[in-house]
């Protein structure tokens, strides 16, 4: 699939031969042009064909980065900052060709202060590698979008996932930042204090920033004592609504669930076959409770009334670690198992996010739209947060699903809009939302956007053409 | 006192005639130019002395806010939004002149949203007002700076108070905010859905801004159930250490407490005498438990348990709201009972904020300092985040004693910023930490800082003088 139109006719901006030299000269095999290195780093999990970059350089200290994006300033090149390419928005795609830099070497683990729940690390270590080193001292990271993500890449699309209706996003918990500018600065943002007043709040202006002010080179992020009672269950539903409504009750009474899950039929029928698990093929919600024991057992008891009243049936509960896990790999395999039910499919992916009690309008709407079309489909969503995506599985050789897919998603996005919501909870913007974000801010506040974005990076070296069309 | 010696000799920026004839044309007698009213728009609750601004335009809605901005902005004259005027460190003090915009009469709730937990307010709503509208809804606004702020000034400060252990800071709390820019055009950012990564948070960017970078006007709000059950109970001492040691081991712990307050001896004593109370004059920690009973319960189980450790006695429940209410009170009155303990003195206040393992050293190293001193001061603080404040209480008359003070409050803050904390947890900058600001922050960060200030607000009309000085 094409990038989107707006994107075909950009101007590439080449990487002068001076520079390209500096950079062999300095990272020796660090710095690469061969093909399958670059292909490998101008795509990401979106469905877009390759844009690759003319050059991959792995960095491996902060003042490497830095010394990286001066030396692209000087030359008015663009750098893409990369991690794990698990994103899905067309982020690492070079559309004006220039430099992916390469940050997954930069996976140390710094400091962990266990004693404050603070833990600073580098760009590239990855969440799962983080909670490994954490389990030993009884503590772990909550955000989990699903893929083992990089954090600073998590921060760069200020990312969420399944726990966030409990512990919140990367918004609420990264405490500070390394960030090297476009100018070749290091500077650091934020401290270890849970909350400061000291400022501008420039940590949250890189979260979310998806590349394009600066690139991220270390993250202090907030812990969590691992939870003293842990307990997960499943339980079935005869409509999508009646499982929606029960997550709008669940949130509306204030139970504290630590994750709460939507699988549609199609989502549970792809994940039983993809993991051979035997659920019931009709809507499900996967839900996680954290606590003492006895908060843990409140909890599920309220729920448990709430889906019963709904109609809920087949709870089912997963108390052991490996049982737990089983389903949570199941969920997090929703996406590849979806489109392994349509074979050669991609799927284009909505991330719509509504206030809790438009949720079920904003689903049912949406479901009746996509069952008259005739395209294939699944739903999984974080509902606790209002937040869902919905899988067009298209056929990469018929133009016209695309554009049918493309049409669905943005009446459903319309109406997330009309709704009070946003086009996007957890994915960003990157090349495929930039229409929807013009829908949802407003021209006003775009500009305010373009302001900072010229501002802090006035020759426009950092991930050009994400976020805002090239202009 | 004077304001810092930095500000005194600012070269006023003069409202030009023009201008103060279009705004008297404009706002009739809601813009005044009597030396009362421009008397109190030019203080807070800093110990500075006034510095009126040249003219007070009360403003009623979005759009009139808008255009005074547009209007100063034509004419380069400074304009300070203006709330509750409960801010510590100097932020409405006009320094260069100009226009204090008064937006208290912007003070209508818009719309709850029980069902979502949001709520829109306009700026000059203040949070008493709207937990008053709340509460027959079961719902409320935790975020508790002691004074009844505006929800405006309390996002433009980055307020947090003694809820902020359990329901985090205005960061956390404010979902959405309509803003006026100095160009004077009305923006909005955020929406009403929980979590977003659509573009730049443009919205934590305005939250603790102080003023510089546009006039909030709307503020949305995420709103909590009221607990099922609310308990609160006091807890006596033999040393600060032994409270602090306490408070330390609840949050490592991951106990979900509400509310943890430490008042020293010097506090505990000025409210016994304010507010006509016995409690033990030793320090003490005042604490609150929010969620289920049962939860409730065992919350309280585990504190004694760690209090009773720690050599804590007199543990003390309060369970009706009278009860509650009064302790609560009280601990809002310690700011101003702690003045009366000194006729005619006023506050030099400290707000560091640490890492919560820090803490002991942080407050013990200050006591050990202050002490030896013989300032009189007392300590209050939400040391359950790592946050207290010291104030030195000084006599005005006596400049040795102002010096003496903010000589012992920079040791402290070079202390929490070595203990790797910040200068203000709750405060702001103002005109009164700008040095902190950059000890703290270092000069590249305050560099990426201004570049946003400048291209925000190029003629740097709003609020000037704070955070940064000018140059």
Tied chains: 1, 2.
């Excluded at 409140?298 to 889906?307: I, S, Y």
Aim: net charge negative; glycine share 8%.
């Amino acid at each position: 699939m094409n990038a989107p139109r707006e994107f075909s006719g950009i101007a590439p901006r080449p990487v002068p031969a001076a520079m390209l030299e500096a950079l062999l000269e300095r990272f020796g095999s660090r710095c690469t042009t061969a093909l399958a290195v670059r292909e490998q780093h101008g795509r990401d999990e979106s469905p877009f064909d390759v844009a690759p970059p003319e050059a991959v350089v792995f960095a491996e200290t902060n003042e490497e980065v830095a010394e990286v994006l001066a030396l692209a300033d000087e030359h008015r090149v663009p750098v893409i900052p990369y991690g794990a390419g698990t994103s899905l928005e067309g982020h690492l795609l070079a559309v004006q060709g220039g430099i992916s830099l390469d940050l997954s070497r930069m996976n140390r683990i710094l400091q962990i202060h266990a004693e404050d729940l603070t833990v600073t690390v580098q760009a590239g270590v990855t969440r799962n590698q983080l909670n490994a080193e954490l389990r030993h001292l009884g503590l772990f990271f909550p955000i989990d979008p699903g893929a083992d993500a990089t954090l600073g890449g998590m921060s760069a699309t200020r990312a969420s996932g399944t726990n966030a209706v409990r512990y919140g996003t990367m918004r609420e918990n990264v405490l500070g930042l390394t960030v090297a500018t476009p100018h070749g600065r290091l500077i650091r943002t934020g401290s270890r204090a849970r909350k400061s007043s000291a400022g501008y709040d420039l940590t949250r202006l890189y979260v979310g920033s998806e590349g394009t002010l600066g690139a991220i080179c270390e993250v202090t992020l907030r812990l969590y004592p691992l939870p003293e009672a842990v307990s997960a269950a499943v339980c079935s539903f005869p409509t999508i609504d009646a499982a929606v409504r029960t997550t709008i009750a669940i949130i509306q009474m204030g139970v504290p669930i630590a994750r709460c899950e939507l699988l549609d039929a199609h989502a549970v029928r792809a994940v039983n076959r993809h993991d051979k698990l035997t659920l019931t093929e009709s809507p499900m919600l996967l839900m996680e409770f954290h606590g003492s024991t006895a908060s843990v057992q409140e909890q599920a008891a309220t729920v448990q009334d709430l889906a019963s009243e709904m109609g809920g049936t087949d709870f089912q509960w997963a108390t052991t670690p490996e049982e737990r896990t089983r389903l949570w790999t199941a969920r997090h395999h929703a996406y590849l198992s979806a489109l392994q039910m349509r074979p050669g499919c991609r799927s284009v992916t909505t991330d719509t996010c509504v206030p809790i009690s438009r949720l079920a309008e904003s689903i049912n709407e949406s479901v009746l739209e996509v069952e008259a079309s005739g395209l294939p489909y699944f739903i999984v969503g974080h509902v606790g947060d209002g937040n869902f995506h919905l899988g067009y599985l298209i056929d990469p050789a018929q133009p016209q699903e695309r554009e049918l897919a493309e049409r669905l998603s943005a009446q459903m996005v319309a109406r997330a809009i009309r709704l009070e919501g946003t086009c996007t909870g957890e994915h960003g913007i990157g090349l495929h939302k930039q229409d929807f974000l013009l829908e949802e801010a407003g021209a006003g506040t775009i500009d305010q956007m373009r302001v900072l974005k010229s501002a802090l990076d006035p020759h426009n070296i950092m991930n050009p053409g994400k976020i805002f069309p090239l202009r």
